[in-house]
């Protein structure tokens, strides 16, 4: 246990740039968010908050609520994202898609929080912090790690493409099966984001909401 401790820290310590760069551009996409509800007009606000409207009443007069169908989707979801982004790292010229991925990620969360904020002011900051913060606590690091690990490997494949390496055996193999392992783990450990998001957030989030509805 202790020498698998010490390569993960060592794998850390060696790939920090790419982490902190994934960090970063997740980040980047937050602030983005936020910058484009600030930029909306009032009738594109006005727009959107019809339907956050909508969904409000639906909630509060729903009496019953499917968490396996959300436990079910949130994980499919996950696996999805994840999936893509295994994929991506496979395509030398597929990083850049990688890229886009984590800060369209960090773009909807930033939005989502914005616009809640932006329209109901401390209310929205409480909706937020119910529905959507539990299960990224746990979402973003995932993302984080498997986007990281997408680059790293890319960046491996491109560095054997120019040093003329590339063979069927194991050069490529051994670190293709780690990937995918561990590619596997994060898949698995998304299990965790879409309970909490089935039954955590989303009853968080409806109890709240109906006592909105209700005072």
Excluded: C
């Excluded at 690091?141 to 040093?163: E, H, N, T």
Aim: glycine residues 6%; aromatic residues 16%.
């Amino acid at each position: 246990m202790y020498k698998s401790s010490t390569q993960l820290l060592n794998h850390f310590k060696d790939h920090a740039t790419i982490y902190v760069f994934m960090i970063i551009l997740f980040l980047t996409g937050i602030v983005f968010g936020a910058i484009i509800v600030n930029s909306m007009g009032f009738e594109q606000k006005q727009g959107l908050y019809f339907y956050l409207e909508r969904f409000f009443g639906l909630v509060s007069t729903e009496s019953t609520i499917n968490n396996q169908d959300i436990l079910k989707d949130s994980f499919y979801y996950h696996a999805r994202y994840l999936l893509l982004l295994f994929i991506l790292g496979l395509s030398v010229i597929g990083l850049p898609v990688a890229w886009l991925l984590i800060f369209l990620k960090g773009l909807v969360i930033g939005f989502s929080v914005g616009f809640m904020v932006n329209q109901l002011g401390t209310n929205g900051f409480l909706l937020a912090s119910f529905s959507i913060a539990p299960q990224n606590l746990f979402v973003i690091p995932i993302y984080i790690v498997a986007g990281s690990l997408s680059m790293i490997f890319s960046i491996g494949l491109l560095r054997k493409l120019f040093a003329r390496k590339v063979t069927l055996t194991q050069p490529i193999l051994q670190p293709f099966l780690k990937y995918s392992t561990i590619f596997a783990l994060l898949v698995g450990f998304s299990v965790v984001p879409a309970l909490i998001e089935a039954y955590v957030s989303n009853e968080a989030m409806v109890s709240y909401i109906k006592s909105l509805f209700e005072s």
